[in-house]
Structure formats: C-alpha cells, structure tokens
C-alpha cells in the first residue's frame, strides 16, 4: 500500500513542499515516483516520516535529525526511545496545565502567587543543546543568566510582549500588509528591541532567527494560530528590517 505526497501531507498535517524538502535533504526518500512525476510513499516512509515529525516536536534540527536517523537503524528501538521522550513531555505538558490552573486559581480569588508555582513546567533548558548549535555556548549561558536574574513579574512581562508582537504580526498578515510596509516594519523593530533585551542581535542573527520560525514547525504553529502566513511574514519583515537597518 501506498499514498501521494498530497495524501501523506494532509494526513501528517505539513506541506508538500516540505515532504519534498526533506527529500532534498536526503531525509524521506518517495518509494516511487510515477510517470507523472508525482512522489508515493510506502508503509516505511509513512514510519521514517513520523520519526522525523517527532524529532522535530523535540526540537532537532534537519542536520541533527539526519545524524540520528542515520545511527538508528533499528526502527523498533528507535520508536520506543521517541516514545520515551513524548512521555517525558507530556508529563511536562501536564506541569503547565497544573501550573495554569493555579495560576488561574489565586489569581481569581486574590491569593498570593508563588514564582515556583506560576513557572513549574515551563524550563527554558530544555532547548540549551538547540541554542548552543546554533549560536554557541556563550549565547545559551547568557539568556541562562538574564532569565534567572529576572523575577516572577519580569518574567511575565517578557512573555507578554512577544505574545503581543506575535499577535500584530498576525493581525497584518490576515490584513494581507506587505512586509516592507511601515506598520509592518513598526512591528519588526519591536521584535528586534525584544530581542535585545537578552542579547546584541547581529543582522545574521535575526535574519537566521526569521528563517528558523519558518523552517521549525513549533515557531511556524505559535505563529500561525494568529493567523495563516504569519510566520512566513515574520520572517520577511525580519529580513527586510536586518537589511536596512542592521
């Protein structure tokens, strides 16, 4: 049995252009192509794909993913530490929900918040191997030491405002504004002064970081809950903004 890359793409909730991307990468070879050129994929694509979705919800990039696949070949094991690691998460998952729920509580009935309450669930470490290999150990070591200085209403107002940030950007990408346009780029200059509480932002760097909300699906789905595009205009917005100002 087999499916076309249209199939295998709605049913794993990505793009065919993405299938096809990871082709190119040499991650999700198609069992076949036919005649007319379209790409099927068979019953051990459809499980090698779901190996490269679940690395990508923990945070792999493609290199990282392709040097994982390629030193995991049996399949079964390599299911069952996957299996492991979304078990890891969903009991993080369920931290936050109970973290919220609290949060939700107090707040409501005028108690006194507690910070390891409000924030139990929510470790920014996990992704320290992720931002060490892609902007060294130096950048994760100096967010590490700025968000442990911050206390529990600096760290709140730090979330609310890239929160607020995403939900302009969304806002113009379902007005349909361009990228270079001024409200747009208004909002460009927020997310990099944003960005610049916590590090010196290089015009590779945001430039990259735009490039990364689009390519990894975690940035890609926290920006387009606001609306569809929104990612891909963060992205743009940010490249335009890096070139004439950066």
Same mark, same amino acid.
């Given at each position: ?131 060490? /290999? ?56 927020? /997310? ?33 809950? /606001? ?20």
């Amino acid at each position: 049995m087999e499916w076309s890359i249209q199939e295998i793409a709605k049913k794993a909730g990505t793009t065919s252009r993405t299938l096809r991307h990871y082709g190119e990468r040499g991650l999700l070879e198609p069992s076949r192509i036919g005649a007319n050129g379209y790409r099927y994929y068979d019953q051990a694509a459809l499980v090698r794909l779901q190996r490269i979705l679940l690395l990508r919800e923990l945070g792999l990039s493609l290199p990282a993913i392709a040097e994982v696949l390629a030193g995991q070949r049996d399949t079964s094991a390599a299911l069952r530490t996957h299996l492991a690691l979304l078990e890891q998460e969903r009991e993080r998952i369920g931290r936050q929900i109970a973290s919220v729920r609290t949060t939700l509580h107090k707040t409501e009935n005028g108690e006194e918040l507690m910070a390891d309450e409000v924030f139990d669930g929510f470790d920014h470490t996990r992704y320290e191997e992720e931002v060490t /290999h892609r902007w060294g150990r130096e950048a994760y070591e100096q967010g590490d030491r700025w968000w442990r200085s911050l206390d529990e209403e600096q760290k709140r107002a730090f979330i609310e405002e890239q929160a607020g940030i995403a939900r302009d950007f969304g806002r113009a990408a379902r007005d349909g504004l361009a990228a270079d346009s001024d409200e747009v780029q208004a909002i460009a200059r927020r /997310h990099v002064a944003w960005l610049s509480t916590t590090t010196t932002p290089t015009k590779e760097y945001v430039v990259g970081l735009g490039r990364m909300y689009v390519d990894d699906p975690r940035f890609t789905k926290n920006y387009d809950k /606001h609306g569809e595009g929104t990612a891909v205009l963060v992205r743009d917005a940010l490249a335009v903004y890096a070139e004439r100002n950066m």
